[in-house]
């Protein structure tokens, strides 16, 4: 386990940081972009978890945010320390289950889905496009050194899950996806005299 007894240490003052196995670095390093934007997602998640969340959604979110913490200690060594710990095949496989399992039960969609409806749902989806960044830059760093392939996947099947999620929160809440509506502005443009 990890004990911190002094929060600060001055070690970055400099502009770098230390890796999981000591190395140091830029803070501008692509791994820590990468399990810094893990960690951000994390803090987004936090959001929604202290917003109004039936358990069924809180459990799994909670579950999440440990995994995160998990691909951040992931990240933060590099491929070639075998004896650190890294995210698993079996860990993208529950969040394939949990996607199939939440999406049985929302209607089928017939439009795209902007971000939105009640306030949890709103958060999900910034949740969900803060994991597309993280995975971007998982992608970045992975153009310079080795990522681990589950780790890649996670981000990837964790945003269709936040999807997912924000629908079935919208539904919880007695609501509705909002449903884009290709060209709407302009027809209502057009109402108005081209205005």
Known sequence: MV?????????GDKGKTSLGDGARVSKL????????????????IGLVLAANCPDPIREVLGRVQNE???????????MEN?????????????LEHDC????????????????????????LHVARTVCRR??????SLSRAEPVGTAARKY????????????????????GSDVLWQPGKSREKQKERGGR
């Open 3 to 11: 004990r911190l007894t002094r929060i600060y240490t001055r070690g």
């Open 29 to 44: 390093d692509a791994r820590i972009a990468a399990y810094g934007t893990v960690d951000e997602l994390n803090a987004a």
């Open 68 to 78: 995160l913490f998990d691909l951040g200690a992931d990240l933060s060594v590099p």
């Open 82 to 94: 075998d004896a650190r710990l890294r995210v698993t095949q079996s860990q993208v496989d529950a």
């Open 100 to 123: 199939d399992g939440f999406n049985a039960e929302l209607p089928e969609l017939k439009s795209f889905v902007l971000p939105g409806g009640g306030k949890a749902a709103a958060l």
């Open 134 to 139: 993280a995975e971007r830059a998982l992608v």
């Open 155 to 174: 981000l990837n099947r964790l945003s269709d899950l936040l999807f997912v999620l924000g629908r079935a929160l919208n539904r919880a809440g007695g």
